[in-house]
């Protein structure tokens, strides 16, 4: 511990770093170390086991122990004498907590945040678990009980426990090496695949399975590829009723826009608060592409209220976006976004308070620790036919109590954000941005997009597409993970998608030719999480299942078939195609956890399809016919320009060659490499699209 000159208060090892997290226990008056080299030495120095916990800036439970334990002198005093302790924020290192919680899940636990192990000096798990009581609450032992009983078998029964210990560590090596046998895919996969889903659906309030109840975005995003395939209307009706559940639920910010990360109930009613980018970036994205099927403007609305929460609360400095938004304030989680009857009185005329209280069910005691969340109980429809009032006139007088509401509610205390910018998360709001922008024709989304990607790529990566993790106060922290390579270059192809700037498809090829060289798996099928510069740890991770996040093995298979196709690289195509084959028969028998596979998969049971501009992109013929693309739900469309400009595209994207420019510019449509005559208006383009049948 050390106190520097003039502060008030003592400051622990932490103070040094850059992570939100790790800041947050900077006055901890436990002893903690960072991961790195000195805490495994000065554990090895002291023969002690060393304690880890990992967790993140904006988790709830996270900050519970934390106030309960590691703020207690006494707790932290046991401790100290007894163990090295490290801490590490998992979103800026997910090769630990990857490799940690896959060893708590291997001792019989089923994981979660905090993350709480004990390890040898050589930083091999034998026990671990995740919140801790500060004293025992049955059926959870305390931690001070847990602590005492580590350090008395470290002291009476190591050999045991280190024994136990390689156990787990020869079990995570061979589960990072193993890689499951090919086979095809089929149609006959995704329909079982939907059969499976359909069986684990909420028909009453949408969504998989019961509380809590997580968005499945990645399944989410399957469901309306398999549904634009084959026209399997389970897949359009599942993805319809969840998102307008979740539109209408609590999880959803009323007022204030944007998602929480799920919620503690089946009706999506009572979230848990936090709103983390990655899960708004990819709802985003799925509300763009419902609106371009079904024109429902509930969904248009859902993903204007995201991008307006977004360029509100989380543009970080440089332009790229903060990680997430915490789920407490004042020490109290969601104190920031529920109601009392008494507020909404207080704050609106009778009338018009009379008004929100039915449409947001604002009742006294409420429904949260006394107050409401907020969630659609009446639709305005249903309160003007029973008020007798005109439906307009509802709707405009409940838009401006919203607005009157949102900026009462910005005098509140507001949750803290954990301001570092994360390569991968930004990755995916990238790509949501640039997609929404161009759908909705709104420019400066996709300026946004577009000035994020500039900070990624001018302050996070290197000129041969080595990627940093994170950003924070200045300073990179992290070799970029798997996750990071294939949501950036995925969210790069989509702003070239949109924008027609090659910059952006030239970094994102730079940058997967990185990952396909430097992450590459050992059987020559996929890749590891980490690339081959990183910190060798106990075993090298590889994580192939999608979590909140697409799997990156899943995301990279995606950008090498898109890239494969431009640059006409079988290689790279059969690259991308042999990771969806290693999952097949999991996609079958256990879809809920391989929805990016199943993405990807929909994409190889078709033949590929292609669309080239050819002309000046700026120029007004080709805007139009743009514009004709931008509006529809073409989810496996490669689009690439051809630039008389740019005559280098065509060498270095050979997708690109052979497309003269036909009067002030043309369209061509290639099915299986064959492209059809060039069409010149957007009446043609459009009428072209609709023959091609998926």
Same mark, same amino acid.
């Given at each position: ?312 609360? %989380?543009?970080? @400095?440089? !332009? /790229? ?5 915490? *789920?407490? $304030?004042?020490?109290?989680? &969601? ?124 302050? %996070?990566?290197? @000129?041969? !597409? /080595? ?5 924070? *106060?200045? $300073?990179?922290?992290?070799? &970029? ?214």
């Amino acid at each position: 511990m050390n106190d520097g000159p003039g502060t008030e208060m003592t400051t622990n090892r932490l103070a040094n770093e850059t992570s939100p997290y790790l800041l947050q226990h900077q006055h901890n008056p436990v002893d903690w170390y960072p991961w790195g080299q000195k805490a495994l030495d000065e554990a090895k120095r002291r023969d002690v086991p060393i304690f880890l916990s990992i967790g993140y800036s904006t988790c709830h439970w996270c900050h519970v122990m934390a106030h309960e334990t590691f703020e207690d002198p006494d707790m932290a005093r046991a401790m100290n004498d007894h163990f090295v302790n490290i801490k590490v924020d998992r979103e800026e290192r997910p090769d630990i907590d990857a490799i940690y919680m896959q060893a708590v899940q291997a001792m019989g636990s089923q994981g979660g945040w905090p993350l709480n192990l004990f390890l040898t000096p050589d930083g091999k798990p034998f026990f671990g678990g995740t919140y801790w009581p500060k004293h025992d609450r049955p059926p959870m032992p305390g931690f001070q009980r847990v602590l005492m009983t580590i350090s008395a078998r470290w002291r009476d029964d190591r050999d045991n426990l280190i024994a136990g210990s390689e156990r787990v560590a020869a079990y995570l090596r061979d589960s990072a090496r193993a890689t499951p046998n090919r086979s095809p895919v089929t149609p006959e996969l995704s329909v079982k695949a939907i059969d499976t889903l359909e069986q684990q659906f909420d028909p009453m309030y949408g969504g998989f399975g019961g509380a809590p109840k997580f968005p499945q975005a990645s399944i989410l995003r399957f469901l309306l590829r398999h549904w634009h395939r084959t026209g399997d209307s389970r897949a359009l009706r599942m993805t319809e009723d969840t998102l307008s559940m979740m539109a209408e639920g609590g999880i959803h910010d009323q007022i204030g826009g944007g998602f929480a990360r799920y919620s503690t109930d089946e009706r999506w009613h009572v979230p848990h608060f936090e709103k983390m980018l990655y899960d708004n970036a990819q709802l985003l994205d799925l509300y763009t592409e419902l609106w371009t099927i079904t024109r429902d403007d509930l969904y248009r609305d859902v993903a204007r209220g995201i991008v307006t929460w977004l360029a509100r609360e %989380m543009i970080a @400095d440089g !332009g /790229a976006f903060a990680a997430a938004q915490d *789920a407490d $304030s004042e020490g109290i989680e &969601g104190k920031y976004y529920i109601w009392s009857a008494r507020e909404v009185d207080d704050l609106l005329s009778p009338e018009t308070a009379d008004l929100v209280k039915l449409h947001y069910g604002i009742t006294d005691p409420g429904s949260f620790e006394g107050k409401t969340v907020l969630s659609i109980v009446k639709p305005v429809e249903e309160i003007a036919e029973q008020t007798g009032r005109n439906l307009d006139d509802v709707r405009h007088t409940i838009d401006k109590a919203k607005a009157k509401m949102l900026a009462a509610r910005q005098q509140r205390v507001a949750p803290g954000r954990d301001d570092k910018v994360l390569t991968g998360w930004n990755g995916l709001m990238i790509q949501a941005l640039a997609h929404a922008g161009n759908v909705f024709g709104e420019d400066e989304w996709i300026a946004m997009a577009s000035r994020a990607a500039r900070f990624i790529l001018d302050r %996070m990566t290197g @000129d041969n !597409g /080595a990627l940093w993790r994170s950003w924070n *106060a200045g $300073s990179t922290r992290g070799h &970029g993970v798997l996750e990071d390579y294939a949501c950036l270059a995925s969210g790069l192809i989509e702003l070239y998608t949109v924008t027609a700037d090659r910059t952006w498809l030239d970094r994102a090829t730079t940058i997967a030719g990185y990952a396909r060289q430097h992450f590459r798996h050992d059987s020559g099928v996929g890749f590891y999480d980490t690339d081959d510069r990183s910190e060798s740890l106990i075993t090298r991770p590889r994580e192939v299942t999608d979590t909140a996040l697409p799997s990156g093995n899943g995301k990279m298979a995606e950008v090498l078939m898109v890239l494969g196709v431009m640059t006409q690289s079988a290689e790279m195509t059969d690259e991308g195609a042999a990771i969806v084959e290693s999952m097949a028969r999991p996609m079958a028998d256990h879809p809920m956890f391989t929805g990016q596979y199943l993405c990807v998969a929909q994409r190889m049971l078709e033949s590929p399809k292609e669309l080239v501009f050819a002309g000046n992109p700026t120029s007004g013929v080709i805007r139009q016919l743009r514009r004709a693309v931008a509006s529809r739900f073409e989810p496996l469309l490669i689009i690439g320009f051809s630039d008389p400009a740019d005559p280098d595209a065509a060498t270095r994207f050979p997708m690109l060659a052979g497309r003269p420019v036909v009067g002030d510019g043309a369209t061509y449509v290639c099915e299986n490499f064959t492209c059809k005559p060039a069409v010149t208006t957007p009446d043609e383009l459009t009428a072209l699209l609709q023959r091609i049948a998926y």
